[in-house]
């Protein structure tokens, strides 16, 4: 780590541990070799498929959840090297207080996963209102911006930052007016803004950050709980493009929107 990632690593670590104790040198020494990756709303269908897939490369994953029994259920059935982070997405306590755990065990972070995610119930577009947007926003947009600034100082750290936005072909409108597309069917104002709005934060974070690679990513219609499991694609076909933007190389794409078949419309 260079001279100023250290500097920068006393000044944020807390002057009291928080959930975990520092690694020990010996340990600190053997994550500088491995990829650090953590993945929001990993403890069930996407997102723990995400984590299993990284867990396999050899990465230490830190499997986030907001609800710890769940989180642990789903580190124990993933081999390797996975640790559970409470973390709900929409909470500045819980979002601080996973950076700060994170900094005291590690130190740094290289890939950031931001999966969590929610449809909301559904409200037809002329029945919606502020309210309904606010609640799926709160977890969709406001999430991924909180949890990607609270972890900054500790991807600043990583020699190849990376950050995946998990958005979706309904937050593109491209894909969404496109009578070909499934998604053009579905009509709704709250889900497809909130993957919307995400798209273009994901250019916007691209462009700040330069020597980051940050990618919006569809992972195509998967079956799990977020559609009642009604997705044709399994969970290794949808977790492809999360998985090859968090691999990306240094000079790989940046502000992009992929599928598994290659970009996205935005
Ligand atoms: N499945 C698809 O076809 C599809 C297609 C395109 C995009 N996506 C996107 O893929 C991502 C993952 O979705 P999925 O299909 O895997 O859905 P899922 O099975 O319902 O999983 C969603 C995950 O997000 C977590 N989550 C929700 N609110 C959270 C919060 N406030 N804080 C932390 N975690 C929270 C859930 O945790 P709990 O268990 O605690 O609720 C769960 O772990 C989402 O962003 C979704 O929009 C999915």
Same mark, same amino acid.
């Given at each position: 780590?260079?001279?100023?990632?250290?500097?920068?690593?006393?000044?944020?670590?807390?002057?009291?541990?928080?959930?975990?104790?520092?690694?020990?040198?010996?340990?600190?020494?053997? #994550?500088?070799?491995?990829?650090?990756?953590?993945?929001?709303?990993?403890?069930?269908?996407?997102?723990?498929?995400?984590?299993? %897939?990284?867990?396999?490369?050899?990465?230490?994953?830190?499997?986030?959840?907001?609800?710890?029994?769940?989180?642990?259920?789903?580190?124990?059935?993933?081999?390797?090297?996975?640790?559970?982070?409470?973390?709900?997405?929409?909470?500045?306590?819980?979002?601080?207080?996973?950076?700060?755990?994170?900094?005291?065990?590690?130190?740094?972070?290289?890939?950031?996963?931001?999966?969590?995610?929610?449809?909301?119930?559904?409200?037809?577009?002329?029945?919606?209102?502020?309210?309904?947007? /606010?609640?799926?926003?709160?977890?969709?947009?406001?999430?991924?911006?909180?949890?990607? %600034?609270?972890?900054?100082?500790?991807? %600043?750290?990583?020699?190849?930052? &990376?950050?995946?936005?998990?958005?979706?072909? #309904?937050?593109?409108?491209?894909?969404?007016?496109?009578?070909?597309?499934?998604?053009?069917?579905?009509?709704? /104002?709250?889900?497809?803004?909130?993957?919307?709005?995400?798209?273009?934060?994901?250019?916007?974070?691209?462009?700040?950050?330069?020597?980051? &690679?940050?990618?919006?990513?569809?992972?195509?219609?998967?079956?799990?709980?977020?559609?009642?499991?009604?997705?044709?694609?399994?969970?290794?076909?949808?977790?492809?493009?999360?998985?090859? #933007?968090?691999?990306?190389?240094?000079?790989?794409?940046?502000?992009?929107?992929?599928?598994?078949?290659?970009?996205?419309?935005?």
């Amino acid at each position: 780590m260079p001279a100023a990632g250290r500097a920068g690593l006393a000044q944020t670590v807390p002057a009291t541990p928080v959930l975990v104790t520092p690694a020990a040198p010996r340990d600190r020494r053997r #994550m500088q070799e491995t990829t650090i990756a953590l993945v929001t709303g990993a403890n069930k269908g996407l997102g723990a498929a995400t984590a299993r %897939r990284l867990a396999g490369l050899g990465w230490s994953v830190l499997l986030g959840s907001r609800d710890a029994a769940r989180g642990k259920a789903a580190a124990a059935a993933i081999d390797g090297d996975v640790e559970v982070v409470a973390l709900d997405v929409t909470s500045d306590a819980s979002v601080d207080a996973a950076a700060r755990a994170v900094t005291e065990r590690h130190g740094r972070l290289d890939v950031l996963v931001n999966n969590a995610g929610i449809i909301g119930p559904y409200t037809g577009p002329l029945e919606t209102g502020p309210a309904d947007l /606010l609640a799926v926003y709160a977890t969709n947009v406001f999430g991924p911006v909180r949890v990607t %600034r609270a972890f900054l100082p500790l991807l %600043r750290r990583s020699a190849a930052p &990376r950050v995946v936005m998990v958005s979706s072909g #309904m937050g593109s409108v491209g894909v969404t007016t496109d009578p070909r597309r499934y998604e053009s069917t579905l009509v709704a /104002l709250t889900y497809p803004s909130s993957k919307a709005a995400l798209n273009m934060i994901t250019t916007q974070y691209a462009k700040a950050l330069p020597e980051f &690679r940050v990618n919006a990513v569809d992972p195509g219609f998967t079956a799990t709980d977020l559609n009642g499991h009604r997705g044709t694609q399994t969970l290794e076909e949808g977790t492809d493009a999360i998985v090859a #933007m968090a691999t990306v190389a240094p000079d790989g794409p940046t502000g992009a929107f992929v599928d598994r078949a290659g970009p996205v419309p935005w």
